[in-house]
Nanobody, 118 residues
Framework: QVQLVESGGGLVPPGGSLRLSCAAS????????MGWYRQAPGKQRELVAS???????NYVDSVKGRFTISRDGTKNAVYLQMNNLQPEDTAVYYC????????????WGQGTQVTVSS
């Protein structure tokens, strides 16, 4: 069975930083694309950042220059370094990965709350 477990969320003031982590466990054969989504109350879930197996990264315009996505293949993990956080970044953040395993497909983490407030 495959599971994605997130950590790193919390409460920070504007301008602060957080680093989100998401580790995949289980009998994983391969992980293809990975990404981070977020959903604020009353808003649609949006893709914040994605990274391919070749380490090519893409970001939504609102976080470019502030967020950095990375991955560690040996740990089956994906990270999101978030700097200069602003109140509009407040949301539940979810990691996502396309995983080749006994049951292959898209997998989601449980979500971690990020709150930016003074």
């Amino acid at each position: 069975q495959v599971q994605l477990v997130e950590s790193g969320g919390g409460l920070v003031p504007p301008g602060g930083s957080l680093r989100l982590s998401c580790a995949a466990s289980g009998n994983i054969i391969r992980i293809n694309d990975m990404g981070w989504y977020r959903q604020a109350p009353g808003k649609q879930r949006e893709l914040v950042a994605s990274i391919t197996s070749g380490r090519s990264a893409n970001y939504v315009d609102s976080v470019k220059g502030r967020f950095t996505i990375s991955r560690d293949g040996t740990k089956n993990a994906v990270y999101l370094q978030m700097n200069n956080l602003q109140p509009e970044d407040t949301a539940v953040y979810y990691c996502n990965a396309h995983i080749i395993a006994g049951v292959s497909g898209g997998y989601w983490g449980q979500g971690t709350q990020v709150t930016v407030s003074s």
